[in-house]
């Protein structure tokens, strides 16, 4: 799977799934790529929220990178990006991700098929967010 981060430049572009066991190289790869870049901290992105991405890449049948908006936050990014109060990304459970060859729209309506867990749509800031918690979804 392929990331791009906008706030970095960071790219990822890793198989973090073979022969039925997970990589730790490549989630390595990815928690680093997905960490709070303002604090330069990183905790381990829950594989339920990867994996929930993966089957919209699938489903999306496109090959090049997300754009990786949001990955872990710290309380104090969380803070200051007016994140919800016990927001998903402070437990690095939650990726807000946007795709260059696709509308935000259809991105949206792809999250919500695979039924992973929270989907929030933010038509305006052009990015979708997905969690793996209860599945529920929201418009911002
Ligand atoms: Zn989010």
Same mark, same amino acid.
């Given at each position: ?18 022969n ?12 680093? *790529? ?10 381990? *992105? ?46 690095? #459970?939650?990726?807000? *991700? ?26 305006? #800031?052009?990015?979708?967010?997905v969690?793996?918690g ?7």
């Amino acid at each position: 799977m392929q990331f791009h981060n906008p706030h970095t430049g960071e790219h990822f572009d890793a198989v973090y799934f073979s022969n039925g066991r997970y990589r730790n190289d490549a989630l390595s790869e990815f928690y680093r *790529i997905a960490r709070d870049w303002r604090q330069d901290a990183e905790v381990k *992105i829950d594989t339920r929220t990867i994996n929930v991405v993966y089957k919209i890449q699938t489903l999306l049948e496109k090959e090049g990178p997300f754009q990786l908006v949001s990955g872990y936050r710290t309380p104090q990014t969380n803070h200051l990006v007016h994140g919800a109060k016990h927001s998903f990304h402070m437990r690095g #459970e939650a990726l807000d *991700i946007a795709h260059p060859e696709v509308s935000t729209r259809l991105l949206h309506k792809v999250a919500l098929h695979v039924r992973g867990g929270g989907v929030g749509y933010y038509p305006r #800031e052009h990015f979708v967010h997905v969690d793996c918690g209860p599945v529920r979804s929201w418009t911002a």
